[in-house]
C-alpha cells in the first residue's frame, strides 16, 4: 500500500532529485540543498523577474541543486527526457550520494556504456521500474509526459510490484477511469504529491524543467 508520504518530504526528495539530474545533464556540480532568501539574481536572460518561476529558478540554482543550460539560460519551458527521468527516479529514492553500478552497455541497443546516464537507464531497468520503449530500445532521448511520472514515480518508491487501487475517474476532468494511468494520477493526488491544474491533470503534458522548480515550494513549508 501507498505510504502517505508528508507533501514536505515528497517534494523534497522528489524535485530536488530531479533537478539534480538537470545539472548532471549539463556539467553542473550538485550540492546539498541549503536554504537562502528569495529573489537573489541568477543571471539567466530566459527567466526575468516577471516570470513565474523567477524565484523558484533562482532559489535553486543559488544553491547548485540545479543549473542553467548554458551559462546565459535556463531553458524553463524544456522537457524532461527519460534519461534525465533515470537519474531523477533513483536520486529520489536512494539520495544524492546514490551512485549506480557501472554500466554495461548491453541492455538496450540505444543506451552504450559510453552515454552519460547508461548507468542510471540500466539501473532502474534491473529494478523493473521499465523495460524499455521497445525493441530492445530505451528511447533515452524521448521526452516523459505527465501520465508517465506517475508510475514511474510510484513504482519506484513502492517497488515494480506495487498495483494502486481502482481509479474513480472523479478525480480530474481529463482522466476517465478508463485511462490505464488513472489509478496512477490518482494515487499521486491523495496524499497532495499533485493538484493537477484547475481541475485538470494534463496527463499527455510534457514535464518541464520550470515546473520541476515551482514544485519546491511546498517543500519548504508553505503549505
Do not use: H
Not at 539530474?21 to 536554504?35: C, M, N
Not at 537519474?87 to 529514492?93: G, I, P, R, Y
Not at 489509478?183 to 497532495?192: H, Q, S, T, V
Amino acid at each position: 500500500m501507498f505510504k502517505r508520504i508528508p507533501r514536505s518530504v515528497v517534494f523534497l526528495f522528489a524535485i530536488g532529485a530531479a533537478t539534480l539530474a538537470i545539472a548532471l545533464l549539463a556539467g553542473a556540480p550538485a550540492r546539498a540543498w541549503a536554504s537562502t532568501p528569495l529573489g537573489e539574481t541568477i543571471p539567466f536572460e530566459d527567466n526575468p523577474p516577471d516570470y513565474w518561476a523567477f524565484d523558484f529558478i533562482n532559489t535553486l540554482t543559488a544553491n547548485g541543486v540545479s543549473a542553467g543550460c548554458s551559462a546565459t539560460s535556463f531553458c524553463p519551458t524544456d522537457p524532461t527526457t527519460r534519461a534525465q527521468m533515470a537519474v531523477f527516479l533513483l536520486v529520489s529514492k536512494e539520495g544524492a550520494d546514490y551512485t549506480p553500478p557501472a554500466a554495461t552497455g548491453l541492455m538496450f541497443a540505444d543506451v552504450p556504456i559510453t552515454y552519460w546516464a547508461a548507468a542510471w537507464i540500466e539501473e532502474l531497468a534491473n529494478r523493473d521500474i521499465t523495460a524499455g520503449c521497445g525493441g530492445s530500445n530505451y528511447c533515452p532521448d524521448q521526452t516523459v509526459t505527465r501520465e508517465q511520472m506517475a508510475v514511474f514515480l510510484l513504482r519506484t518508491l513502492e517497488g515494480s510490484t506495487y498495483v494502486p487501487p481502482p481509479a474513480t475517474g472523479t478525480v480530474f476532468l481529463d482522466v476517465p477511469a478508463s485511462s490505464p494511468y488513472a489509478a496512477w494520477i490518482e494515487e499521486l493526488y491523495n496524499p497532495g504529491i499533485t493538484a493537477g491544474y484547475g481541475g485538470y491533470y494534463l496527463p499527455q503534458k510534457d514535464l518541464q524543467r520550470d515546473e520541476m522548480q515551482a514544485r519546491l515550494g511546498p517543500a519548504k513549508g508553505k503549505d
